[in-house]
């Protein structure tokens, strides 16, 4: 019986302690792999990426989708005042956590920048 309930919390304890909070730049804010959160992107370059993997992607804000359609460079562009309100200053999209601060700082820089494409 006490083979039985110490194998079992063995196991208990492998599963819990195998959980984890992966997002690196949240937990180490000040880590040198988060060097390139600051440079200024071009959209080709860096925020289409961002754009497709957090907002246009499937369902969400595309062709079809959810307003404002984030498609391309110009509905990008166009939407510049949503996008910082949304993603940047309340941090709620994607939903329903937001996107990583480092993407934030990229698009953030990239439309202070004046959104070059």
């Known amino acids: 019986m006490k083979k039985v309930l110490y194998s079992t919390l063995l196991f208990g304890f492998i599963v819990l302690t195998g959980c984890y909070y992966d ?3 949240k937990l180490y804010p000040n880590s040198t792999n988060n060097t390139d959160c600051n440079a200024v992107l071009t959209y080709d370059t860096g925020i289409k990426t961002i754009i497709d993997a957090n907002c246009a992607s499937s369902g969400c804000h595309n062709s079809g989708g959810t307003s404002p359609d984030l498609s391309n460079y110009s509905l990008v562009k166009a939407s510049a005042t949503k996008i ?19 993407n934030i700082t990229k698009l953030d820089n990239w439309i202070k920048a004046g959104m070059p494409q």
């Open 23 to 25: 997002k690196e730049d």
């Open 84 to 102: 910082t309100l949304r993603a940047i200053t309340q941090k709620n999209m994607p939903a329903p956590s937001g996107m990583s601060s480092c």
